[in-house]
């Protein structure tokens, strides 16, 4: 089992920056595959980004290709997600999630996952 812990989110401006990180317990991290999933208001759970156990393969939602990047470092037992001109619409709350996985394994479908952090608030003011 494993415990998530997400960290790094507040308000900011359209057009400013964030870096999430989602710190993680338990048993050994790099035998997960990682995502990143949000939830606005009153809408369902989207994915993200995802990233495999070694890091060599990820992948987005297209809304957010070329302005968020997923990365891990496993000897830090951490994920990132950094996120660049953020818009109104990317507010949310975000949430990290892991599974294990072969290790270029990633999956950008909710039901995959079998553990979740508490999530972290992000709100882009217009």
């Known amino acids: 089992q494993v415990q998530l812990v997400e960290s790094g989110g507040g308000l900011v401006q359209a057009g400013g920056s964030l870096r999430l990180s989602c710190a993680a317990s338990g048993r050994t991290f790099s035998a997960y595959a990682m995502g990143w999933f949000r939830q606005a208001p009153g809408k369902e759970r989207d994915f993200v980004a995802a990233i495999s156990r070694s890091g060599r393969s990820s992948d987005y939602a297209d809304s957010v290709k070329g302005r968020f990047t997923i990365s891990r470092d496993n000897a830090k037992n951490t994920v990132y997600l950094q996120m660049n001109s953020l818009k109104h619409e990317d507010t949310a709350v975000y949430y990290c999630?892991?599974?294990?996985?072969?290790?270029?394994?990633?999956?950008?479908?909710?039901?995959?996952?079998?553990?979740w952090g508490q999530g972290t608030q992000v709100t882009v003011s217009s």
């Open positions: 999630a892991a599974r294990i996985g072969p290790p270029e394994y990633y999956s950008s479908i909710l039901a995959a996952y079998d553990y």
